[in-house]
């Protein structure tokens, strides 16, 4: 079983909605929870990275951590066509040694106009 | 100019050939890594390298080498291409703290290997 989980898509929305995307992990260990977004034809990029539990927000999204569930979510509030992307989960422990980040297959989001 | 810059964008070539792809980056990290993205399969490490010293393989190393030549500069070579290495190629860099902080990458190679 892999240590990241998350549902690959295709999700498609209308603009305007409240979309949301998570994962799952194993490894109670892991501390550091990341989003990213990455476009067709290019790398991803850092979205939003939260530390532990709880919330954290940023304009339109919030990124949502449960570790009791061992459980991550990234809500975006207000869907634009301009979200149309891939959405890689990415975690890690706390260790200053080693590649730590394990992503997630990434979930593929379009929203329609 | 962007901060993590990948050489070529796109490239095909033939079974058996060598291949090298070039990595370069203006953020200063000593940490860079290189990945490879499937459909279904996600990301993949394949090198990664913490200075210029050090070179550690990842999850899938075999077919693979890298070159770390300077702070800057990280190549991944191809030996003897296969078609099952057709794939998109990032390379990825990080400071000390990428494990909190996440990576920076690049914008990618897309190799095709016929």
């Known amino acids: 079983q892999k240590e990241v989980e998350q549902d690959p898509g295709p999700l498609s929305v209308p603009e305007g909605a409240i979309v949301s995307l998570n994962c799952t992990y194993s490894n109670s260990a892991f501390q550091y929870f990341m989003w990213y977004r990455q476009y067709s034809r290019k790398g991803p990029e850092l979205l939003m990275y939260?530390?532990?539990?709880g919330n954290k927000e940023d304009g339109r999204f919030t990124a949502q951590v449960d570790k009791s569930s061992k459980y991550i979510s990234l809500f975006i509030r207000d869907s634009q066509p301009s979200d149309s992307a891939t959405y890689l989960c990415a975690m890690s422990a706390e260790s200053n040694s080693g590649y730590a980040l394990n992503f997630g297959k990434g979930t593929s989001l379009l929203v329609t106009p | 100019d962007a901060d993590v810059t990948q050489t070529p964008r796109n490239r095909i070539t033939k079974t058996g050939k060598r291949i090298m792809l070039e990595c370069s980056q203006t953020k200063g990290h000593d940490r860079m890594y290189w990945y490879r993205q499937d459909p279904g399969l996600g990301l993949r490490l394949i090198y990664y390298s913490f200075d210029v010293k050090d070179i550690n393989k990842g999850e899938i190393s075999d077919g693979y080498s890298v070159s770390r030549q300077a702070q800057a500069k990280f190549s991944l070579s191809l030996e003897s291409a296969i078609p099952n290495q057709t794939a998109l190629y990032f390379c990825a860099t990080s400071d000390f703290r990428g494990f909190s902080y996440g990576y920076t990458f690049g914008s990618g190679t897309r190799l095709t290997v016929v």
């Open positions: 939260t530390y532990s539990s």
